[in-house]
């Protein structure tokens, strides 16, 4: 049985860094994609950035690109989401989830973590 812990959220003031982290057990998620997603109230679970276990190609959202960096510890089985600069827009539940592409569409992916909760104040 395949499962993702989420780690790392906070409250953050605007401009500080961050990072999340999404440990994996119980099953092989070479073949995956790992990604992260995020939802704020009353808004639709929005993807946020992807990486391959095998090839280390990541992909990300417009509104993090420059601020955000996914990366990957295979020897972990661990994922983790550096966030820097943070916005207040930026707050937000973030889910790691594991699934066979980098889509943006949350309905396609497998695996689910239980979600981290980041808050960033002005």
């Known amino acids: 049985q395949v499962q993702l812990v989420d780690s790392g959220g906070g409250l953050v003031q605007a401009g500080d860094s961050l990072k999340l982290s999404c440990a994996a057990s119980?099953?092989?998620?070479?073949?995956?994609?790992m990604s992260w997603f995020r939802q704020a109230p009353g808004h639709r679970r929005e993807f946020v950035a992807a990486?391959?276990?095998?090839?280390?190609?990541?992909k990300y959202v417009d509104s993090v690109r420059g601020r955000f960096t996914i990366s990957r510890d295979n020897a972990k089985n661990t994922i983790y989401l550096h966030m820097n600069s943070l916005k207040t827009e930026d707050t937000a539940v973030y889910y790691c989830?594991?699934?066979?592409?980098?889509?943006?569409?949350?309905?396609?992916?497998?695996?689910w973590g239980q979600g981290t909760q980041v808050t960033v104040s002005s």
């Open positions: 990486i391959s276990w095998l090839s280390g190609v990541s």
């Open positions: 119980g099953g092989d998620l070479s073949a995956y994609v």
């Open positions: 989830a594991a699934g066979l592409g980098p889509y943006i569409d949350y309905e396609k992916y497998y695996y």
